[in-house]
């Protein structure tokens, strides 16, 4: 079986939306506890497109946080390089919040992961009981590709990009740490009250 405490799950926020993460964890945006202030960083039409898709549960993939399984997505490229009609936002502003599967399994959590692109018609959905077998559902390898494009494999991409979703909202407690691009970045977070022990500066997690 996987170890699940060494399977991370990576959501990406503003830096600005850490001093809420502190006090509320990470908040579904129709809970009680929503931050009010949130800088959203993601793609207003594919926010859209995920209210509207059904899960094979019933649920709306829009009811879900979402978490990928490794840093430096092609939904990050998008970010910082502006494509699509997103606002461009700078890597030192771009914060990962990283948890564990084994964390929200102890937070007693309900959740659904895939083995691609969430909304592809081509990934699989999984659920707690499937669990155990993760590391033969996910493709660890093609999630940590720096690469997705490659003419030998035109599937890369979707399975780069599996998704862990989340249903609620998960408490501090639960969160391993944060990754920032910059000592610029670390130093801020430490500002916010993050301990020092929790920041990882990764620059090759960001493009």
Request: hydrophobic residues 40%; negative net charge.
């Amino acid at each position: 079986m996987a170890d699940l405490n060494r399977i991370y799950l990576y959501r990406m926020t503003h830096i600005t939306n850490v001093p809420h993460i502190l006090e509320y964890g990470i908040t579904h945006r129709t809970s009680s506890n929503a931050n009010p202030n949130f800088t959203p960083i993601g793609d207003p039409t594919l926010i859209s497109a995920r209210d509207g898709f059904v899960l094979e549960n019933g649920r709306t993939l829009g009811e879900y946080i979402p978490f990928y399984f490794g840093p430096r997505m092609p939904m990050l490229y998008v970010i910082q390089k502006g494509f699509n009609g997103v606002s461009v936002t700078p890597a030192p502003e771009i914060v990962y919040c990283v948890t564990s599967v084994q964390k929200i399994i102890d937070a007693n959590q309900d959740f659904v992961y895939t083995n691609g692109h969430a909304v592809d018609s081509f990934s699989s959905q999984f659920g707690p009981p499937d669990v155990a077998d993760i590391e033969n559902q996910v493709d660890f390898q093609a999630v940590k590709v720096r690469d997705w494009k490659s003419p030998t494999d035109l599937d890369l991409k979707r399975r780069m990009q599996a998704e862990f979703l989340l249903l609620g909202d998960l408490p501090f407690p639960s969160v391993l740490g944060f990754v920032v691009r910059n000592e610029t970045a670390k130093t801020k977070l430490i500002g916010f009250g993050v301990d020092e022990q929790q920041i990882r500066i990764r620059t090759n997690a960001y493009f």
